[in-house]
């Protein structure tokens, strides 16, 4: 007569592993026979992915069961987006957020985001348990376009005058459809420009109107009599 006991092992704790890893269960009893969740029968399991794990271990004396919980974390995965134009009087929030992170903003600043309100480079460190990611971004600043057609003019025959709506990082659209910055005016009319950048467009109008040269003749030499 041999003696024996029921089997004793143990899957372990409920466990959080990082992508790619993996994790041996181990079952392993004397004289005994295996069964796991998805029933095979070795007296060990390996784990790559997330799930409840269950192990029922069988001997003479009788069987025993233990299960596992597994759950797996990515590496941080995040953008704070392409460099972009932050317009006058509005803000731009930058967001790191990761589940189970700590951060570190080029500030010194630890929250999982960042309020931007003027031109810089920020950047942000994101640390998990299973590894860490950086970003960076460029923010520069803007206006709506700033140009000015000037006041309504009286232009001579023959005369040209020059609009110019440049204003910078801007396309532009005049009455005629075309868009240069500049539009060359040589005869009476209304002249508009539209100027458009990131944060908006802006409109002006000007009333062009031309005068003749004075055109008149006195007439030829004449001879007038007394009275």
Known sequence: VDNDTLPIFELGN?????????????????????????????????????????????????????????????????????????????VLVLNA?????TYIWQ??????????TQAGTYSVEVFSVCGNRA???????????????????VLCEGGVLLLDATSANASYI????????????NQTGEYWAQVSNTCGNRSDTIQVIYHQQPSFELGNDTVLCQG
């Open 14 to 90: 409920d466990t959080v592993l990082c992508e790619g890893t993996v994790l041996l269960l181990d079952a392993t009893s004397a004289n005994a026979s295996y069964i796991w969740q998805d029933g095979s029968n070795n007296p060990t399991f390996t784990v790559n992915q997330a799930g409840e794990y269950r192990a029922q271990v069988s001997n003479s004396c009788g069987n025993r069961a233990d299960t596992i919980q597994v759950a797996y974390n990515q590496q941080p995965s995040f953008e704070l987006g392409n460099d972009t134009v932050l317009c006058q009087g509005n």
């Open 97 to 101: 957020s990761f589940p189970n992170s």
């Open 107 to 116: 500030d010194g600043s630890t929250s999982p985001s960042l309020t931007v």
């Open 135 to 153: 970003d960076t971004i460029q923010v520069d600043n803007d206006t709506l376009p700033i140009f000015e057609l000037g006041n309504d003019t």
């Open 174 to 185: 005049w009455q005629d459809g075309s868009n240069n910055p500049t539009l060359t005016v």
